[in-house]
């Protein structure tokens, strides 16, 4: 038990589907993030929330649109989405900031683009 | 955005063996954290170090932060099967609250 709970943990769409994405933390923490894991490539940050306020964007295509209702929930909303979308989406949770915070991640949805 | 440069990108050994898994930068991190990942999970952290010079030691994990604060190394003794996973090193940039970033990642594999 991780304290960081995706759902689903699989998940295969068309390109004209609407889907989404659930992360729940129960562990106190005010920061939560999305980041994307593909093959070959470094975590990619996507989303910053500090307090339920989205403080990073990066550069994200508008066919993910984050919404964090409260501290403990984040959702990622999928559209129209590309192939090369396909990857494996992990959410993290953290204390905020300060130099020895480490985040808590989720076991992750692995995405299929079809 | 600065990048970390894992080294080397994949590493298949032998149990008992020792290994060494190097983290770069030319940017300068305020603190620098090692997570694994095991296959169908996320990745775990394992150690924080904010110290230029620091040394940690997990059981049979030595971790060491670079004087000038811009790279990191993780040395396994006797690794074991268990050990096989894929290691991230993270760093937190100066004057960014929150924010990490990864390391392109190396990928162990400890074989009987």
């Known amino acids: 038990e991780t304290g960081v709970t995706q759902t689903p943990r699989h998940l295969v769409m068309g390109m004209t589907n609407k889907k989404s994405l659930k992360c729940e933390q129960h562990?106190?923490?005010?920061?939560m993030y999305w980041y994307k894991q593909s093959a070959k490539k470094p975590l990619e940050l996507m989303f910053v929330?500090?307090?339920?306020?989205?403080?990073e964007n990066n550069s994200v295509p508008s066919r993910f649109s984050p919404e964090c209702p409260n501290s403990s929930h984040l959702f990622l909303h999928l559209h129209t989405l590309q192939p090369e979308d396909s990857a494996l989406y992990l959410c993290?949770?953290?204390?905020?900031?300060?130099?020895?915070?480490?985040?808590?991640f989720g076991s992750g949805t692995r995405l299929t683009v079809v | 955005t600065q990048l970390l440069e894992q080294s080397p990108q994949f590493l298949s050994i032998q149990e008992g063996e020792n290994l060494t898994v190097y983290c770069n930068s030319s940017s300068v991190f305020s603190s620098l954290q090692w997570y694994r990942q095991e296959p169908g999970e996320g990745p775990v952290l394992l150690v924080t170090?904010?110290?230029?010079?620091e040394v940690k030691k997990l059981k049979r994990l030595t971790f060491q932060f670079g004087d000038a604060r811009k790279d990191s190394s993780l040395h396994i003794t006797a690794a074991q099967p268990g050990d096989t996973g894929l290691y991230l090193c993270?760093?937190?940039?100066?004057?960014?609250?929150?924010?990490?970033?990864f390391g392109t990642g190396t990928r162990l594999q400890v074989t009987l």
């Open positions: 170090v904010v110290t230029g010079g």
């Open positions: 562990l106190g923490h005010n920061a």
């Open positions: 993270a760093g937190r940039q100066t004057g960014t609250a929150s924010k990490l970033t």
């Open positions: 993290a949770s953290s204390q905020g900031g300060g130099t020895g915070r480490g985040y808590t």
């Open positions: 929330y500090n307090f339920k306020e989205q403080t």
